[in-house]
């Protein structure tokens, strides 16, 4: 069984500040861990994902979350913060079942930017 | 290159009635899975289907049904809609079923009153 707990419903930040979305994740075997951000009436769009290797990844729009095994967490961040950035973000974790990868999603934290 | 595809973009239901949403994967991309996400959740699993055939089935009751077609493409059925039913529906496509990565479409908003 998998699950993902993203703090905070919605983070308030001002325009230039330090961007740090919360998530942390439950996995009886290695996890995928992924970040979507998902922008009013469309899509999910893939942040950046984690799958093996190094564990500070590097996404798109500066993007960059790090996994910390010990303590079950991918957090999000981003070192200055945009307007453009304002949107839902989830947080996702998968593993093998029966050979398909099946997405967990957590229940998202509005970004919401100042300016 | 086109990315995933879902008709229609709307719609509006009433309880009862039964509703066909579609997806077109991504050129290429053999898997299709579908979500619902309830206004301020994240996307709920409701199938994946690989080569036509179910790989996987989230927590949701018989109403819910789905098939993918031999070009790959997919169909969403809900029967007897409830009120609880209106959600986005998300369609998302990956190469095979056992790819990590999967591309989502902008959904179908479906709105039952």
């Known amino acids: 069984a998998q699950s993902v707990t993203q703090l905070g419903s919605h983070v308030s930040v001002s325009e230039g500040a330090l961007v740090l979305l919360r998530c942390n994740y439950s996995s009886s075997v290695p996890p995928y861990l992924f970040w979507y951000v998902q922008y009013p009436n469309q899509g999910l769009q893939l942040l950046l994902k984690?799958?093996?290797?190094?564990?500070l990844v590097k996404g798109i729009n500066g993007f960059e979350a790090e996994f910390k095994k010990s303590e079950t967490s991918f957090h999000l961040t981003k070192p200055s913060a945009h307007m453009s950035d304002a949107a839902e973000y989830f947080c996702a974790v998968s593993a093998s079942s029966g050979g398909s990868y099946i997405p967990t999603f957590g229940r998202g934290t509005s970004l919401i930017v100042h300016p | 290159d086109a990315g995933v595809t879902q008709s229609p973009t709307h719609l509006i239901k009433t309880r009862g009635q039964h509703v066909t949403l579609r997806c077109s994967p991504i050129?290429?991309?053999?898997?299709v899975s579908w979500y619902q996400q309830v206004l301020g959740q994240g996307p709920q699993f409701i199938f994946q289907y690989y080569e036509k055939e179910e790989r996987g089935r989230g927590n949701f009751p018989d109403r819910f049904s789905a098939r993918q077609f031999p070009n790959y493409s997919s169909e969403l059925n809900v029967n007897a809609l409830l009120l609880g039913d209106s959600a986005l529906y998300l369609c998302a496509s990956s190469l095979v079923s056992s790819s990590y990565e999967q591309y989502f479409g902008p959904g179908t908003r479906l709105t039952v009153t």
């Open positions: 050129s290429g991309h053999k898997s």
């Open positions: 984690y799958t093996t290797g190094a564990t």
